[in-house]
């Protein structure tokens, strides 16, 4: 009786999302069909701008009248859809090819076959106002995959493209940066590059002058695969964001990656997290940030970079004037840490600070909130997970909202007595 109650509820939430796209007060923008449910529901879904739905894509009937109703919609920029298959893609792109605000697509843990791409291919073409997809986690069949691997090398549409997941062969990737111009935004986490795959990409990187941002997280690339990326930053004159958390770099790797951010002047953000940089890493991260005066965003969370280390860079964040994010979560802080992030949040003009799971307490709650009277410029201040506040410490916190100029979310978790 649960699971019919359940299906018959989800059922008519997909008919409330046709019913929605199609109606001319539609206000939508952002659709989002997958896992989760999460729009305001006082307003309705037809005058919300963006709405996350539980909706299962399997059955035919509803992707045909989820295509009817794209087909009559004309608000919608993004469109997210998880778990379409058989056929599911080809027919959703009738819809695709004149959508006339659509602009960016995300296909999620979906089965697309040589039809399905082939007519996709098409929808893009034709419709050159997408210029975001991406296809997180999806299964391509037969040679379907070389077909929408050919049209992305040639694309000059497509500026923004994420492949979470993908198999493809590492030459693709290479293949990417040489050929799409238009590509300034790719994300390639968990693509199984591994020093290889990281070698090419960097023969890539070296002559590629538009991608601004490169995501390779999760794919065991280790200190060798750091030190083709960091041959490569040496080169590089464009590339602003490099993201590569969880890669198995240790101290060797990041001195490859600190050393080619002597040279580099156009990098402003970099994320090393969940690599075991160790003390020896933390002194390559120090001497980097003595000479590099370009870089204002820095993430470290959870590289172990030990109590003497974790010192070491909270000491020479605080001499810096440029930082605008800093993510040092699980950082192995010791009570030399917090008075250095205090001075580093009065010399810098921080938009964003995670300081999670360092089993920071009341008295650091009290530094950091007075801290913040000397800061204008903090947007965003994450104190969760592992750390120990009790209803004393979220007190001085909670009155840093009431008379910073700036602040918009704090994230705090209490210990409970």
């Not at 080809?90 to 695709?96: D, E, P, Y």
């Not at 040679?143 to 493809?168: C, F, H, M, P």
């Amino acid at each position: 009786a649960a699971a019919a109650a359940a299906a018959e509820e989800e059922a008519q939430r997909f008919g409330e999302v046709c019913t929605a796209l199609a109606s001319a007060r539609c206000a939508l923008r952002v659709l989002c069909l997958g896992e989760c449910t999460r729009y305001d529901r006082s307003k309705g879904l037809v005058r919300c701008k963006r709405a996350w739905l539980h909706v299962i894509l399997v059955e035919w009937e509803r992707l045909r009248a989820l295509t009817e109703a794209l087909k009559a919609n004309s608000t919608l920029t993004t469109l997210e859809l998880s778990g379409v298959h058989g056929g599911g893609v080809g027919l959703l792109a009738a819809a695709l090819q004149s959508h006339p605000a659509l602009q960016r697509i995300r296909f999620h843990r979906s089965v697309l076959g040589l039809n399905d791409v082939a007519q996709l291919v098409a929808a893009l073409k034709s419709n050159t106002r997408v210029h975001n997809i991406g296809f997180p986690r999806c299964i391509f069949i037969g040679t379907a995959w070389d077909v929408l691997a050919d049209y992305l090398k040639a694309s000059t549409a497509i500026s923004e493209l994420n492949l979470y997941g993908s198999r493809a062969k590492e030459q693709f990737f290479s293949d990417l940066l040489c050929f799409c111009n238009s590509l300034t935004k790719l994300y390639l986490p968990d693509v199984r590059l591994c020093a290889y795959g990281a070698q090419m990409l960097a023969a890539a990187l070296r002559v590629n002058h538009h991608l601004a941002e490169l995501n390779i997280t999760y794919n065991s690339i280790g200190d060798e695969g750091a030190r083709y990326i960091g041959e490569a930053l040496q080169a590089n004159d464009t590339l602003a964001v490099l993201n590569l958390e969880d890669n198995g770099i240790t101290a060797k790797g990041v001195e490859s990656i600190c050393a080619a951010l002597h040279l580099n002047v156009a990098l402003s953000s970099i994320d090393l997290g969940d690599n075991a940089i160790g003390e020896r890493g933390a002194d390559f991260v120090c001497h980097m940030l003595r000479i590099n005066h370009t870089l204002t965003a820095l993430f470290l969370s959870g590289t172990s970079p030990t109590p003497v280390g974790a010192a070491k860079i909270c000491m020479q964040l605080s001499e810096r004037h440029t930082m605008t994010q800093l993510g040092l979560s699980f950082f192995d802080f010791s009570e030399e840490c917090v008075p250095h992030i205090c001075r580093a949040l009065a010399a810098n003009p921080l938009q964003l600070l995670v300081l999670r799971g360092n089993a920071l307490g009341d008295g650091d709650a009290r530094m950091l909130t007075t801290a913040l009277v000397e800061n204008c410029t903090l947007r965003h201040l994450d104190l969760r997970c592992g750390n120990t506040f009790t209803d004393v410490g979220v007190a001085y916190l909670a009155s840093a909202v009431s008379f910073h100029p700036s602040l918009q979310s704090l994230l705090i978790c209490t210990l409970v007595l």
